[in-house]
């Protein structure tokens, strides 16, 4: 199992950001994907869920300003981040649970007040 997640950056309150998790090794389309958080001497945090069948859910945080998505032939899922926050800063990672956790390395997103 691999997840590689991308599309991090620097950006100012208010702005947004596509992240995205590219993953392979295991059958995608039936199973339940995350994004977490995690911000500098805090611990991880679920942010974002989507099920095989499309529902989702979110932490009440982001409720209205994330929106969580997946391409099944693409094998990738998406975090569409708006409206973000200084609080918002952290890595970014996404997460499958097959028997056990799989993790990606994360990206960096990083909001400027």
């Known amino acids: 199992v691999q997840l590689q997640a991308s599309g991090g950056g620097l950006v100012q309150t208010g702005g947004s950001l596509r992240l995205s998790c590219a993953a392979s090794g295991f059958i995608f389309s039936i199973n339940t994907m995350h994004w977490y958080r995690q911000a500098p001497g805090k611990q991880r945090e679920l942010v974002a869920t989507i099920n095989s069948g499309g529902s989702t859910s979110y932490a009440d945080s982001v409720k209205g300003r994330f929106t969580i998505s997946r391409d099944n032939p693409k094998n990738t899922v998406y975090l569409q981040v708006n409206s973000l926050k200084p609080e918002d800063t952290a890595v970014y990672y996404c997460?499958?649970?097959?028997?056990?956790?799989?993790w990606g390395k994360g990206t960096q997103v990083t909001v400027s007040s």
């Open positions: 997460h499958v649970r097959i028997w056990v956790d799989y």
